[in-house]
């Protein structure tokens, strides 16, 4: 299968910061989606972005395919950010996950 | 997320209980999945079925049985579970063969006593 690393595995925030979540992954896919699981495990769909760059308010996401690297930025980060961010990369009809970013922002 | 439905949303059984997880999806997709995730594990991929047909089982014990009658409905057949079983199980659709996202349910939490 293949392999996806995300980074770093833990991240603590001051509200209002900014940050970058970064997920690797080891082999050509055809889609790549960022999701944010909140505390009672909803995952939520952020983005979809095999390739190029999106932007959606305060998150933004950029995929490198040919680098086979994807980075999420988070801006002025709140509260509600909190929880864990997957990235999940697609072959074959088949979904490879990431360990996630457990992400903790402070008030 | 909508779209994706599961039920029950939690359910607590003990090991010698038969029961069911269901899964239906609105979004009109032809592949559906069975994921579950263990406290502080990633999510871990189950079952796959794409088309009504099983493309995936990554090694996942018999006492989990999936059955999946038609490309909106997905169900995940539990028996003589362990506790080390208890999880978020989650399950997603997607439209296999066209680069479209994937969309989750909001699982089922289960406790096996």
């Known amino acids: 299968g293949i392999q996806v690393e995300q980074s770093p595995p833990d991240l603590i925030l001051q509200e209002g910061a900014n940050s970058t979540l970064r997920c690797n992954f080891s082999?050509?896919?055809?889609?790549l989606q960022w999701f944010h699981q909140n505390p009672w495990g909803q995952l939520i769909n952020l983005f979809y972005?095999?390739?190029g760059t999106k932007q959606n308010g305060r998150l933004s996401a950029t995929t490198v395919a040919t680098e086979r690297y994807s980075l999420l930025y988070i801006s002025s980060s709140q509260t509600t950010d909190s929880g864990v961010y997957f990235c999940?990369?697609?072959?074959?009809?088949?979904?490879?996950f990431g360990s996630g970013t457990k992400l903790n922002v402070k008030p | 997320e909508t779209g994706v439905t599961q039920t029950p949303r939690h359910l607590v059984m003990g090991m010698t209980n038969k029961k069911s997880l269901k899964c239906e999806q609105h979004?009109?997709?032809?592949?559906m999945y069975w994921y579950k995730q263990s406290a502080k594990k990633p999510l871990e991929l189950m079952f796959v079925?794409?088309?009504?047909?099983?493309?995936e089982n990554n090694s996942v014990p018999s006492r989990f049985s999936p059955e999946c009658p038609n490309s909106s409905h997905l169900f995940l057949h539990l028996h003589t579970l362990q506790p080390e079983d208890s999880a978020l199980y989650l399950c997603?659709?997607?439209?296999?063969?066209?680069?479209?996202?994937?969309?989750f349910g909001d699982g089922t939490r289960l406790s096996i006593l």
């Open positions: 997603a659709s997607s439209q296999a063969g066209v680069n479209q996202p994937q969309h």
């Open positions: 082999d050509s896919v055809n889609n």
């Open positions: 972005i095999p390739s």
């Open positions: 999940a990369v697609e072959r074959a009809v088949k979904f490879y």
């Open positions: 979004l009109g997709h032809n592949a």
């Open positions: 079925y794409s088309l009504e047909e099983r493309v």
